[in-house]
């Protein structure tokens, strides 16, 4: 019988291990860049930068039909190679120059003040950036280890311009060029990381024919981020920027964590398709992404809502106090999206791209139908409302379209979150006015975590001996 001792770490383990510690650090630097930003700016600012941005990944999204996505899928099967890569990379550019100078020409005309309008021109350069990003390879190659690299060296630009040239309410266009320049630096990072892999060779070969296919990707990839960024747009153009200031800073705290989803989801779909190549069975994969979801979102958002006016105030200042109940409610998407992650990257991997889009369809009309209603009334509140109840109508959505595994996967997954939840909750609660009950909650956290086996101590120190090894080339 083989010994279990000397079995080599899961992949996915690995490249959790690797991912995760640069998103740790990642995290952290940009929640302390952000948070420098927010205090430097003051809400209304801070408001208006938050708009632009909002606006900007909306632009970037139109150069990005679904077509990394789609790479990131035909690569992990083995389809594809150079010659994909540089028709994506040249459709990009293409879509990306003619979107980005078309907006930054309308939104530059319609703002009045010189710095605004500078602004504008700034941030609208990251759409190239994003363009020309490539990021998706180094997750199609399970490069996990450069993607930690181009995380933390985006976060350390950011965090390092805050800290250093934003100080006052004059620095929007300063701010703005943090922003930029965190973004071109990830771009930067990431092409030094697939080298010269036809990436660097852009081509518009058959270029309709490529779009066709991606279109339900990229439909269903702008319809999620609706009910990501149509929030802080409609409250920008229905309410006051300082209460968007309130709300970005709110979601400032909450954005990583969703990423963390997506990043862990992207890391999976390459196995999850090649499993599926191969004919055998997925499930564990699966479940395994379940138990670790569901045992990391709801003790976050239990000890978010418990700690909200403590963690505002640490992080972004008393002026920011307001911003504590939107972030209350808008902490428990993590839920959300950690449930419905695993469902959903199983669902590309299955190729059913169109009811993946429809899904997401349904989750921004959901969500943009109750923001016109709410945001009127209930401001940022509302704004919170919404974005929790189109999520609730994904997960459902997803679970539905799964059925053949989700539910039982998902009982499994909750059986180990809820407990580790309440004992979270229970740590902090007495402490809950106090910085204490994040210390408190922490170690709470990791306790519980050990005592359910979640994560067991050879597991880890496996995946840890070969996520810091030398990491082998794709």
């Known amino acids: 019988m083989t010994s279990t001792t000397n079995a080599e770490p ?49 632009v970037a999204f139109l150069a990005d039909p679904g077509l990394t996505t789609l790479g990131t899928r035909e690569l992990a099967r083995a389809r594809g190679g150079p010659a994909l890569l540089g028709r994506i990379l040249g459709i990009r550019l293409l879509l990306a120059g003619v979107v980005a100078g078309g907006a930054a020409a309308v939104l530059a005309a319609s703002t009045s003040g010189e710095d605004e309008r500078r602004a504008w021109l700034v941030l609208m350069s990251t759409v190239v950036a994003s363009a020309a990003n490539a990021v998706w390879i180094l997750r199609a190659h399970n490069r996990s280890a450069a993607l930690a690299v181009v995380d933390v060296a985006s976060a350390a630009v950011l965090f390092g311009g805050a800290l250093l040239l934003v100080n006052s309410e004059l620095d929007l266009l300063i701010a703005a060029g943090v ?7 990830a771009t930067a990072m990431s092409l030094r990381g697939v080298g ?47 209460e968007v200031g309130f709300y970005g800073a709110a979601y400032k705290l909450v954005l990583p964590w969703l990423a963390v989803a997506g990043t862990v989801g992207l890391l999976a779909m390459p196995q999850l398709a090649e499993a599926l190549q191969r004919g055998s069975s997925f499930e564990p994969l699966v479940r395994r992404l379940s138990k670790l ?4 979102a709801i003790p976050v958002a239990v000890g978010g809502t418990i700690a909200a006016p403590t963690l505002i105030a640490l992080v972004f200042g008393v002026r920011y106090l307001p911003a504590a109940l939107p972030f209350s409610i808008l902490i428990w998407s993590v839920v959300t999206v950690f449930a419905n992650a695993p469902f959903g990257f199983l669902l590309l991997a299955r190729r059913r791209d169109r009811a993946y889009m429809f899904i997401a369809l349904a989750g921004a009309a959901v969500n943009i139908a109750l923001n016109l209603v709410l945001i009127p009334t209930a401001g940022m509140i509302g704004a919170a409302i919404a974005t929790l109840s189109a999520e609730v109508v994904v997960l459902g959505a997803m679970l539905w379209t799964t059925r053949d595994v989700s539910l039982r996967v998902l009982v ?49 120190r496996q995946a840890l001996g070969a996520a810091f090894g030398r990491e082998r080339p794709a």
Do not use: K
């Open 10 to 58: 899961h992949p996915l383990a690995v490249g959790l291990v690797r991912v995760l510690t640069g998103r740790a650090a990642s995290m952290a630097l940009s929640f302390m860049g952000w948070a420098l930003i927010a205090r430097g700016l003051g809400p209304p600012v801070f408001g208006y930068l938050q708009f632009g941005v909002s606006v900007t990944f909306y």
């Open 179 to 185: 922003f930029a320049v965190a973004q071109w630096t």
């Open 196 to 242: 010269d892999s036809g990436w660097l060779r852009p081509g518009l070969r058959n270029s309709l024919a490529l779009i066709r296919r991606a279109a339900p990707l990229g439909v269903a990839i702008l319809a999620i981020n609706v009910y990501y960024y149509a929030d802080s747009v409609l409250l920008g153009l229905l309410r006051t920027p300082e």
């Open 293 to 296: 979801s569901m045992s990391l």
């Open 412 to 460: 499994g997954g909750l059986l180990y979150g809820v407990p580790i939840g309440l004992v979270t909750g229970l740590a902090m609660w007495p402490v809950r006015d106090s910085v204490l009950a994040l210390v408190t909650g922490s170690l709470a956290f990791f306790g519980a975590c050990a005592l359910t086996g979640v994560v067991r101590p050879g597991e880890v």
